[in-house]
């Protein structure tokens, strides 16, 4: 029965293409299809000019022209499908990294959730009070 009931509930919905070219384009010229076909994070460079991903990924990144520190400098990350890290800044590959041991298979890391501002908690905080007193 599932080999005869499939067919015939696949026919009703075959539409025969209105337009016949192929779907896919090519790619330009300088075009880095392992940046483009990776999993992508941002992350701040730290004091001791590193990045950390998930409490278990850190990759150091080596100094910049003139021996330049890239600390608090706002980077993009990627993962690529071999496992392994590139770190960018701007358009410049700044660093590479090996796959991680721990990793084990590819998958993208948890946002982590930034707590309120101080400034608007302490709104909230004189709103309640104020309603308090009244």
Request: aromatic content about 8%.
């Amino acid at each position: 029965m599932i080999e005869r009931f499939l067919p015939e509930h696949n026919t009703r919905f075959a539409l025969t293409p209105t337009d016949a070219t192929s779907a896919w384009r090519c790619v330009r010229r300088g075009t880095d299809l392992e940046r483009v076909c990776s999993f992508y994070y941002e992350a701040t460079v730290l004091k001791d000019n590193t990045v950390r991903l998930g409490g278990s990924v850190v990759i150091d990144i080596p100094p910049g022209p003139r021996k330049r520190s890239y600390a608090g400098v706002r980077v993009e990350v990627r993962q690529l499908l071999d496992g392994s890290w590139r770190v960018y800044a701007g358009t410049n590959l700044i660093a590479t990294a090996a796959p991680s041991a721990t990793a084990g298979e590819l998958r993208a890391f948890k946002g982590r959730r930034r707590p309120p501002s101080a400034a608007s908690a302490s709104k909230g905080l004189s709103r309640t009070r104020k309603a308090l007193s009244a």
